[in-house]
């Protein structure tokens, strides 16, 4: 069985289909790095700590795949790679930033959870 799954449960299945190609830990944060420039391969490193480069590596070809960045070779000796948003990527750039707006919005729990605690945080970031 290859990557992509074939959804035969109905018209909720367009849900799974559309999110498929940012599963994985680090796909919503390489979008949100490339949103504005290209990035070479050491820098997303460094920027993603924690992440190995066998893992990066995986999704960044996943993503390659899937059309949403192009790679670049800058040069050969020592071979320097670059890769950046396709136009299909760029389209997922305002997703991200709405999820990323929509997590920060304070709810009921998280007003709950501050009041009990005798929390004055606005922008509710613990563990729920």
């Known amino acids: 069985m290859g990557r992509h799954r074939t959804y035969d449960c109905g018209p909720q299945c367009e849900v799974e289909r559309a999110l498929e190609p940012l ?22 490193l460094t920027l993603l700590p924690g992440v190995s480069t066998r893992i990066l590596t995986k999704q960044l070809k996943e993503m390659e795949s899937d059309g949403l960045i192009t790679r670049t070779v800058i040069s050969d000796k020592p071979i320097a790679v670059e890769y950046s948003l396709t136009p299909y990527g760029q389209r997922l750039t305002p997703i991200i930033e709405a999820l990323i707006n929509w997590r920060n919005q304070p709810n009921e729990r998280c007003a709950n959870f501050h009041l009990s605690n005798n929390c004055s945080r606005r922008v509710c970031r613990h563990e729920i």
């Open 23 to 44: 599963i994985g830990k680090w796909k919503g944060s390489i979008v949100f790095l490339m949103r504005d420039r290209s990035i070479r391969f050491n820098s997303l």
